[in-house]
């Protein structure tokens, strides 16, 4: 039975919330309690701007000029008033509240002595196990609680390994390899082919490079996610969740530029701007400015974004957040190489190629302009059910000409270049409602969720194959042919397509985490979406074609037991993904209708939180099987003729360790083992690994930083990555072809004041020669320095 959903519904459906919404803001609770007073320092002056709260509640206010305060609309019973602000000394007040009751409370804070003297730089602790996030599970959920397996890399990271690049981020998570070189924003994760194109929970479609200046921390989930994140920009094997910075209630901000090798200038600004502590009004904004170049002949970028958010906290109920983030890109750094045709050698190094050509020219470049606006309105329904409501809305444009190559054989390139000109447009409305209550005396934690997609991509480009043809060993005279010039005049004669296509999704989900007992969660979650594809419109020939409409339904189980709470916990989930099919016509004119694609994860594993947080630990194993792809018909005659029985099977070991045994030290560590291959599809390649990254990677860092003594403020770090060779493609009968294994190796030094910081990285240690997919060398030795100013 499929779901019917109609623009008179969803606005019915809207118009319902907001008038339950309006009901519930009104609603007055007579019953409630208030407390009242005046915070002063110990030399009798008014305390302004100091933030009053309600330990493990959320509720507070924030003192006036006159350092009153007022806390309205709390329940009868007891609490603990807590004011805690830079350089203050922590005061703690417990309080018992009746009901209806108006408490009257005056309270002096004392300054902390020891804060005003030069701030701890970095502070003794385990800084990169940061896993208490909410995005992962849609709810507040530990680690420890959680079935799922994922990653986080804090800020923190980026920062202590000075880097400047989002594919450089990744290679700090357990089993993400990078799937296309240079900057593609694409990743193999279990094996499969992985985007990110989330941000903040929300759809964030854009083609441009990734900009990090505005990220919080980034959340990788493991695994098919369907249940909470949908199926249009995430994988089988998981997703890639970027969280924004947000504003803070001091005015504080830092400034930084870096300089590197191959062209690398990098200007970088945060700047937190309160603008009404007494009215809750805060801003911060990010900027960013990136100019480089390349190691080979041709090839740079300039990009430069920014980011402001506004965040409005009216009442300790109520928080508004409306944040964009504007980027514009120039750039010509889509150089690759397609090997498919040559399987005459196995590796890029036995090619014999110059990989500091790049069989491209400077005029070749695109302009990459987006622009995404985010909105976030929360609020504490009661205490027991809080409503977010959150929209994103992104524009986004590539333009201009690009160029990729296929190596033929031993001898020649043949160069294939293009123009496009095409625009997206993703719109995301999502309004979730978070319950925490107990029936029979177990604990329920509940999401309830809608959510709305409409997608819509304007095409127009055409293609060039063959262009020419390139001497692979020899100097050529024509390989200074290609211009953007000789592109025009080719480009004069080639017919252009010109395409629009539009999608929408609308979705339905629910998930609860069952305490069963104290040490026993039980997890269950499902996903109605109902997918329609207006279909394709050829906009030359004014025909559409592929029209059509999928239900499906994805769900989710899990078990964590444990063994030691808050420390050690077993877990084992099942989870499932669905990719929508389009229908096919066949070779003899009929058409063929597709369900689904589905993929099915079971997981077992362990989760660690030991002595005192200093070793966070997860250790797991997977197994992923996908059903119902889509496959040409082998049998003799009909091998144009599609058929939807084939499969794919993944599994593996995933182990991570974040470790912090000493004050000052800190490690992270991953290895991952990834067994991918195709079932019932050619017998020429089932069974064998394809362009799925590689089957065993590794990675390592160690970050010293000096907290006492007369080197106070020094840091030292050092690291790398080791991936098992990758195969782009392999067969039977023709053979293989594949990147090499390597190991790579970065290291850093800095030294920090409560002022600023100065930074140098080497990368690439021990100027590897090694290739990522798909193909081109990846950079050799650079050297960087940076300097920030903090305020």
Known sequence: MSLLFTTRTIKNIAVTISLLFAVLCSYAQTNNATIQGVIRSADGKAAGYIPVVLKSTNKGGITDEQGAYLIKGIEPGTYTLTIKSIGWLTLEKQISLSAGQQLKMDLTIVKDAHALQEVTVIAGYNKFAQKEVEDVARMPLKNLENPQVYNVIPKELLQDQLIVSYNDVLKNVTGVSQALVNGSNSFNLRGFFTTSYLRNGLQDFKTNSIELANIERIEVLKGPSATLFGSSLISFGGLLNRVSKKPLENFNGEVGYTIGGFGLHRITADVNTPLSKEKGLFLRTNVAYDQSGSFQDVGYSKRFFVAPSLLYKPNSRLSILLDAEIYSQKANDFNRMFPEASFTKPTPRDLGIDWKRSYSDN?????????????????????????????????????????????????????????????????????????????????????????????????????????????????????????????????????????????????????????????????????????????????????????????????????????????????????????????????????????????????????????????????????????????????????????????????????????????????????????????????????????????????????????????????????????????????????????????????????????????????????????????????????????????
């Not at 470790?659 to 050619?682: E, V």
Request: net charge neutral; hydrophobic share 35%; glycine share 8%.
């Open 363 to 791: 005029s070749l470049y695109e302009t990459k302009p987006s622009f995404t606006i985010y909105g976030e309105i929360n609020y504490k329904l009661s205490d027991k059910w809080v409503s977010k409501t959150s929209f994103s809305r992104t524009h986004s444009r590539e333009k201009g000409y690009y160029s990729w190559n296929d190596v033929l054989g031993d001898t020649v390139v043949s160069r294939n270049p293009g123009y496009e000109d095409n625009i997206v447009r993703y719109t995301q409305v999502q309004q979730n409602f978070n319950g925490d209550f107990s029936i029979a005396g177990m604990r329920n934690r509940v999401v309830l969720g809608l959510d709305y997609t409409n997608n819509l991509e304007n095409l127009s480009g055409a293609v060039i194959y063959g262009f020419d043809q390139i001497r692979i060993y020899q100097q050529d005279p024509h390989y200074y042919d290609l211009t953007s010039k000789t592109l025009d005049a080719a480009l004069a004669n080639v017919p252009f397509d010109r395409s629009a296509t539009r999608q929408i999704t609308y979705s339905a989900y629910v998930s609860d985490v069952l305490n069963i007992t104290d040490n026993l969660l039980a997890m269950a979650s499902v996903r109605v979406d109902h997918f329609v594809n207006n279909g394709s419109k050829d906009l030359v020939k004014d025909t559409t074609t592929g029209k059509y409409n999928q239900t499906a339904v994805s769900p989710k189980l899990g078990l964590v037991y444990q063994v030691l709470p808050g420390k050690i916990s077993l877990f084992a989930n099942y989870m499932n993904g669905f990719s929508n099919n389009a229908p096919a016509r066949q070779p003899d004119g009929s058409f063929t209708s597709f369900k689904p694609s589905h993929a099915n994860q079971w997981e077992t594993g362990v989760k660690m939180n030991a002595f005192n947080g200093k070793l966070s630990s997860t250790i797991s194993y997977y197994h992923i099987k996908v059903d119902d792809i889509i496959r040409n018909d082998l049998t003799p005659g009909r091998e144009m003729f599609q058929l939807q029985d084939g499969g794919q099977l993944s599994k593996g070991v995933e182990v991570e360790v974040i470790a912090n045994p000493f004050k000052g030290f800190n490690m992270i560590a991953g290895y991952a083992y990834n067994d991918i291959y195709a079932i019932n599809t050619n017998p020429d390649i089932d069974g064998l690994r394809q362009w799925t990254g590689p089957g065993q990677t590794a990675n390592l860092w160690l970050s010293y930083h000096v907290l006492t003594g007369t080197l106070k403020g020094i840091g030292l770090g050092i690291g790398g990555n080791y991936n098992d060779k990758a195969y782009i493609e392999q067969s039977r009968s023709r053979g293989a072809f594949y990147m090499p294994a390597y190991t790579v190796f970065n290291a850093m030094t800095s030294y920090e004041k409560s002022r600023y910081r100065i930074t140098l990285k080497l990368d690439n240690l021990t100027n590897e020669v090694y290739w990522g997919s798909y193909v081109g060398q990846m950079m050799p030795r650079r050297f960087s320095a940076s300097i920030a100013a903090k305020f």
